[in-house]
């Protein structure tokens, strides 16, 4: 089995970058792949590796700056989820383009998942997913509003346009693993508000530690790495990955003729011309020969342009 660690922490780092190799130098060491972003504001990542290898990446990041009370989600997984180590030099460790929010500073009110479901069942509560469109197809909390963003920061302009509809409301917030709600309630308290909640510790806690028959969320929770999605007590889902346009693909969607593995899906499948597809089948024949000679093939990896949790 393999320890996965979802971590994040908002911290002041005056010189990331000086922090950067040795953080990598111990990852390579230990044999620990997958990616951390470090950034002025803190750091976020997800790595995974033999369990003691974890605990060693831990313990130095623990040392940094800001991080000796890190709050970390452990998962596991049958195989290593990651094909390499990346670390990267990011302006912001999730990106909202809002330079002047400072969740140092102050955030919302943190709420356990023991507490969660009493909250959000509250009829003045407004509960509202801070994730992008396609994470919140794959499963979200029942009633939730979907903003239906594309990428992170574009939740300031959907709240500033929603903003009348809210300002009397609790505004209880939630995302994959915390960080994202830890800058959208900054960033709602920035904008005046203060009857404002997130869950501590994300989806991810919330399905680790609430019971299937005592939960509210529906569906399945998209993880950034080959799991794709995990169920509650982050057991593996049953999504699969898109290779053609990097999105998640339920069971229903992969009995569609339009879906090819390592090719297309159907909500790809008509922006792939007859060259691109052919070019993924080639990708996904050497990822198979890989496989077969027990080889990792880097192609294989989901990449997404920025990590959040």
């Known amino acids: 089995m393999i320890t996965v660690a979802a971590l994040y922490r908002f911290a002041r780092f005056d010189d ?30 997800t790595i995974a590796g033999k369990t003691a290898a974890i605990d060693a990446v831990l313990t130095h990041i623990r040392a940094l700056p800001g991080c000796a009370d890190i709050e970390v989600k452990f998962s596991h997984a049958d195989a290593m989820p990651f094909h390499r180590m990346k670390v990267r030099l990011k302006r912001e460790i999730v990106t909202m383009g809002q330079p002047d929010i400072d969740p140092v500073r102050g955030v919302g009110h943190y709420v356990a998942p023991a507490d969660w479901n009493a909250l959000i069942d509250q009829p003045d509560t407004v509960v509202i997913d801070t994730r992008n469109d396609y994470e919140v197809q794959v499963g979200s909390f029942a009633g939730a509003i979907d903003p239906a963003t594309k ?12 903003r009348d509809e809210l300002a009397d409301k609790k505004i209880a917030m939630f995302c994959t693993g915390g960080i994202r709600c830890e800058k959208a309630t900054a960033f ?14 994300g989806i991810l806690k919330y399905l680790e530690e609430v019971p299937p028959a005592q939960s509210r969320w529906q569906g399945e929770c998209f993880v950034f790495d080959e799991r794709v999605a995990v169920g509650h007590g982050l057991g593996a889902g049953t999504h699969a990955l898109c290779r053609g346009c990097r999105m998640p693909v339920n ?56 990590l959040s949790a």
């Open 16 to 45: 990331p970058a000086a922090l950067r190799a040795p953080l990598l130098a111990l990852c390579e060491a230990q044999s620990v792949k997958g990616t951390l972003l470090l950034a002025r504001e803190g750091i976020n990542g």
């Open 188 to 201: 709602l308290k920035a904008e005046g508000l203060d009857a404002v909640y997130h869950l501590k510790g």
């Open 151 to 162: 990428s992170f920061s574009e939740f300031p302009d959907w709240f500033r346009a929603h």
């Open 251 to 306: 069971a229903e969607a992969r009995l569609s003729p339009l879906y090819v593995e390592g090719v297309s899906c159907p909500a790809c499948h008509a922006s792939r011309d007859d060259a691109k597809r052919a070019g993924y089948a080639e990708r996904h024949r050497q990822v198979k020969l890989a496989e077969a000679r027990g080889q990792a093939h880097v192609g294989a990896v989901a990449q997404p342009s920025d």
